[in-house]
């Protein structure tokens, strides 16, 4: 098991639990793959969601250019994974920006045990799950952690 990517999302979570599910994996680095890094979830917002990481012993990385556009995000609230993961590809992973991210997110993730972040708790539903296979393709083994 030499080239691990975790993946979890924050729904539902505290962030006591959560920092304790990352610690409890490894995980040295959040990679935080949501467009918009604001939270109406106390504590999962950017600056805070750093803060709390670096007190617990992990770093922190917001991967913007890997975020869902708008109409993603909206097919995943209702509940259109399909939708979401065409959108997804077509308008972030099929573009010279997005696929570049993607080299960036493998290389962090090589460097050691990185943590792909969303809000979305299942990761079926979310655009982890589409970037976590697209790193699989690359050798990694893949591990979804739940708060």
């Known amino acids: 098991m030499d080239k691990v990517l975790f993946t979890i999302g924050y729904e539902g ?7 304790a599910a990352l610690r409890d994996a490894g995980v040295a680095t959040l990679a935080d793959v949501r467009a918009v890094a604001a939270s109406r979830k106390r504590g999962f917002s950017k600056s805070a969601l750093a803060a709390g990481l670096t007190e617990a012993g992990i770093g922190y990385r917001h991967l913007r250019s890997l975020g869902t556009p708008k109409a993603g995000r909206e097919a995943a609230r209702a509940h259109d994974a399909a939708l979401m993961r065409r959108i997804y590809c077509e308008e972030v992973l099929e573009t010279g920006t997005g696929q570049a991210a993607l080299d960036e997110l493998a290389a962090l993730a090589e460097a050691g045990p990185t943590c792909l972040l969303c809000f ?24 979804d952690l739940f708060a």
């Open 13 to 19: 979570a505290d962030t006591e639990r959560f920092a």
């Open 120 to 143: 979305e708790r299942d990761p079926e539903r979310c655009h982890r799950r589409v970037l976590s296979e697209r790193l699989a393709g690359r050798g990694f083994e893949v591990v």
